[in-house]
Structures are given as structure tokens and as C-alpha cells.
């Protein structure tokens, strides 16, 4: 029986298309079927080829798709990938692929992005996402349609499997390249494909169809959860953080949604990182006795919990430690800045005088290092900064950038904006320099 197309997706007249096509059977059988509805429909088709660079025979595919596309008046767009930074190749070069497609619907206003994913393609998602641990929308897989706002992305081969385009492609005398990594057994998805789905075929020779529905019912159910999460996002995601408090009085379903939503609009691209022991792993941050932490996360990310709230951030982004010998203005890397004045009224914790005979100049502003002190202005004896920090409820994410101002032997002037020592001077004192913190 024939492949029909036209059954799996409602074409318009004058459609503008972008068509990922690697030369794989897959794809190859998508291009074909799209040809043979052309003319009907006055598709506007433009092939999307991605060399990934990796095996000598890329070259020789790229190669043969622009000879294709010539041939068939199609218009053809490729890149290659010069090199690659992740850990995880097939993250990165699927990034890569879909950036490139993307610019691609842009440059000729396409209304869809159309790829080759099949029935088997399915199956062998929500499989691995069951594995590895997701919540419903992941389970589901992936949609045959996705509304990206000015185009969407279709895949309209999914209720075929990769045996009836590999037939198709036969009858059709279509030429196709065969990949010879989709053997390779390091892959987890070619593992599934060589052992998990031979088996559940051989129960059902239609179980992708099974999985089909199966991920449009999660589909149904999750459009529903993603409204009510959405409602309870409203007052406890503000300013890409999650409100504590506010986070502790919703439901608990809710609660671990809202966290999905915080990783994947965190991470974006790069979901393939995450599961669900990582929202597990914020959730218990979250609930847990301590009032300040974080985790370690993928990609070098943190969530950091500072009292009523937990973000997640780039641990590489952090400036670990400063120093800066100050004379008359410094400007930190919190975002303020430290200056000398002439005179001021204000007698707040963001104003210090100093006699320079009592210390020991240039005064340095750096980052607390373990074990400092500081003798607090009118009580006997030092305490911790650490301890002031905790007192003063100075969330975790902000102790170690906070400014520290020392003199040059490292006694502890001022921190400022929290606490003086007992080098600050009243303003009926003698003092020759004064510090503002703002």
C-alpha cells in the first residue's frame, strides 16, 4: 500500500517549506512524497541539508543533495559543522541543526519546518525518557505539530515506521545513504532500536500507532496541567526566581511542574541534560532544614537557595574572589561602588571615617576569606563575619562577593552597608578619610 502524506497532515495552497533532509531513507522519503504533491498544492520547498562533519562520507551526501535538488528544482541550503564544544555530541549538532533551520523559515518565511521523525522514532523517545525520568509532557515524546509562533514544525511521517519508508523508498527507486552510526551501540537510542523494538513489534506489528495515541492523550493532559501551572507561575515566578513562601502553598504536583518549567527555561536547548532526579534534587533543597545552599547541576549551572528564594545560575559566570587597593572610588563587582568624599551627614552603615594613624594604608577592598573577624564598634571583643552575614540575613549568593574593606596588615575595617568596626570614628572625632557605600 502507497504512502499517503496528504492523510497525515492538511496541506494549503502556496505552503513555503524548509525540509531537514540528511539523505537518510527517512528524509529522502519525506522529499519524494512532497514532490509528488507539488504542483497540486504549489509548494514552495526548500531543502535544509546539515554536514556534520564527522565521517568522510558527509561530503560525498552534501554533495549528492545539491545534485538532487538541481535536478528537481528544489532550492537547497547547506552547513557544515566545523567543530563541536559539548560533551554530548548529539545535543550540540541537534542545537545546531534546528538554529540553522530556523534561520532558514526566517530567510524565506516559511510557515513550516517539516522533518523526517517516524513511528519508530516515537517509541524510542518515550522509552528513554521513561528511563532516564521526566514529567508528562517528556514522557509523551515529541508532537506531530508544534506551534513555534510564526511557523510551526511538522512532522507529518509519524504514523509510519522506518520498514514502510524503507519499502517506500524500494518502490520508488529512491537512493538514500545510510548512516553508519545508527549501528553503533554506544548510541542509547540505537540500543533501543536493536533490541527493545524488534520485541515490541513482534507483539504488535502496529505499536507505533499505540504510541501515537498514547502521546497524544499525555498531550491532552498536559495542556490542561500546563494552565494551572501557569496560573500559580504568576505569583511565584518573579524575576526568574521562585518565591519560597509563596512555592510552599501549592499543591505538590504543581510544585514539581513549576520546577520542570524553572529547568527548562533555564537550560532551553539543552534539556537532554536534565531529569528527574535533578527536580527531585531541587525539590529537596527546597523543603530541606537549611534556609541558605544550592546544588551542583549539568553544564556547570547551580540552584541556589537564599532564604525566600532559588534560582539557578552559570557557576562559571561567578567572579570567585577580588582585591582592589582603594585610594578615592572603586567600583565592585556586585554592581556598587565605594568612594571617598569630602563630608556627609549620614552616619549609616554605608558611611565609614577613619583615622589613618589607626591603620595601616593602602586600605584594601577584597572578598571575605575564611576565618576573617571584625571588632563591631561599641561591643567587647570580634565576631565572625560569616556569623554577621547569617545575623543579617544576607542571602548565601551574595557573602562572597560582598565587599570587605581591610587595611593593609588585613584587620577588618568595615563591611559595608552592614556593620562598622571600632576604627569608624563619630563625626565629632578626628578622622581625614571618609567612606561611601552606595
Given at each position: 500500500m502507497e504512502l499517503n502524506i496528504e492523510k497525515c497532515f492538511n496541506f494549503n495552497n502556496n505552503d513555503i517549506i524548509v525540509v531537514g533532509c540528511s539523505t537518510g531513507p527517512d528524509s529522502m522519503a519525506l522529499v519524494d512524497m512532497l514532490l509528488k504533491i507539488r504542483k497540486k498544492y504549489n509548494l514552495y520547498i526548500v531543502i535544509a541539508h546539515v554536514?556534520?562533519?564527522?565521517?568522510?562520507?558527509?561530503?560525498?551526501?552534501?554533495?549528492?543533495?545539491?545534485?538532487?535538488?538541481?535536478?528537481?528544482?528544489?532550492?537547497?541550503?547547506?552547513?557544515?559543522?566545523e567543530k563541536y564544544g559539548d560533551d554530548n555530541f548529539e545535543n550540540e549538532a541537534r542545537n545546531i541543526r534546528y538554529n540553522f533551520f530556523e534561520k532558514l523559515v526566517n530567510k524565506y518565511n516559511a510557515n513550516y519546518l517539516m522533518t523526517a521523525h517516524h513511528g519508530d522514532d516515537l517509541i524510542e523517545t518515550i522509552l528513554m525518557r521513561i528511563s532516564r525520568g521526566s514529567n508528562?509532557?517528556?514522557?509523551?515524546?515529541?508532537?506531530?505539530?508544534?506551534?513555534?509562533?510564526?511557523?510551526?514544525?511538522?512532522?507529518p511521517l509519524i504514523y509510519f515506521t522506518k520498514e514502510q519508508l524503507v519499502e517506500y523508498n524500494r518502490k520508488n527507486h529512491i537512493y538514500y545513504y545510510v548512516d553508519a552510526?545508527?549501528?553503533?551501540?554506544?548510541?542509547?537510542?540505537?540500543?533501543?532500536?536493536?533490541?527493545?523494538?524488534?520485541?515490541?513489534?513482534?507483539?504488535?506489528?502496529?505499536?507505533?500507532?499505540?504510541?501515537?495515541?498514547?502521546?497524544?492523550?499525555?498531550?491532552?493532559?498536559?495542556?490542561?496541567?500546563?494552565?494551572?501551572?501557569?496560573?500559580?507561575?504568576k505569583n511565584v515566578?518573579?524575576?526568574?526566581?521562585?518565591?519560597?513562601?509563596?512555592?510552599?502553598?501549592?499543591?505538590?504536583?504543581?510544585?514539581?511542574?513549576?520546577?520542570?518549567?524553572?529547568?527548562?527555561?533555564?537550560?532551553?536547548?539543552?534539556?537532554?541534560?536534565?531529569?528527574?532526579?535533578?527536580?527531585?534534587?531541587?525539590?529537596?533543597?527546597?523543603?530541606?532544614?537549611?534556609?541558605n545552599g544550592y546544588i551542583n547541576l549539568p553544564n556547570e549551572v547551580i540552584a541556589i537557595r537564599n532564604y525566600n528564594e532559588l534560582e539557578l545560575r552559570k557557576s562559571s559566570d561567578e567572579i570567585l574572589s577580588y582585591e582592589i587597593e582603594f585610594?578615592?572610588?572603586?567600583?565592585?563587582?556586585?554592581?556598587?561602588?565605594?568612594?571617598?568624599?569630602?563630608?556627609?551627614?549620614?552616619?549609616?552603615?554605608?558611611?565609614?571615617?577613619?583615622?589613618s594613624k589607626d591603620v595601616k594604608l593602602p586600605l584594601i577592598i577584597r572578598t571575605r576569606k575564611f576565618g576573617d573577624r571584625i571588632s563591631v564598634k561599641g561591643l567587647n571583643g570580634s565576631r565572625k563575619i560569616k556569623d554577621i552575614f547569617i545575623d543579617k540575613k544576607i542571602k548565601v549568593s551574595d557573602r562572597d562577593f560582598w565587599p570587605i574593606v581591610v587595611d593593609s596588615s588585613g584587620k577588618v575595617i568595615w563591611i559595608p552597608g552592614i556593620k562598622k568596626s571600632k576604627f569608624d570614628k563619630n563625626k565629632n572625632e578626628s578622622y581625614d578619610i571618609i567612606m561611601k557605600y552606595r
Open positions: 554536514n556534520h562533519n564527522v565521517r568522510s562520507q558527509s561530503y560525498e551526501e552534501a554533495e549528492y543533495m545539491q545534485n538532487y535538488c538541481n535536478s528537481n528544482n528544489l532550492v537547497f541550503e547547506t552547513m557544515t559543522i508528562l509532557s517528556g514522557y509523551g515524546g515529541f508532537h506531530k505539530v508544534v506551534d513555534m509562533g510564526n511557523y510551526k514544525i511538522v512532522r552510526s545508527n549501528s553503533d551501540e554506544n548510541y542509547t537510542r540505537n540500543r533501543y532500536r536493536r533490541h527493545v523494538l524488534p520485541f515490541l513489534k513482534n507483539e504488535d506489528k502496529n505499536i507505533h500507532l499505540k504510541y501515537v495515541k498514547f502521546s497524544e492523550n499525555l498531550d491532552e493532559v498536559n495542556n490542561y496541567i500546563v494552565k494551572e501551572r501557569n496560573k500559580a507561575l515566578y518573579v524575576n526568574k526566581k521562585i518565591l519560597i513562601s509563596k512555592f510552599f502553598k501549592l499543591d505538590c504536583f504543581i510544585q514539581k511542574e513549576i520546577l520542570y518549567y524553572l529547568m527548562s527555561d533555564f537550560y532551553s536547548d539543552d534539556l537532554i541534560l536534565i531529569n528527574d532526579r535533578h527536580v527531585k534534587l531541587i525539590n529537596d533543597l527546597i523543603h530541606g532544614r537549611k534556609v585610594n578615592t572610588f572603586a567600583k565592585l563587582p556586585n554592581g556598587h561602588i565605594i568612594e571617598k568624599v569630602d563630608s556627609v551627614d549620614n552616619n549609616s552603615n554605608n558611611i565609614c571615617r577613619i583615622n
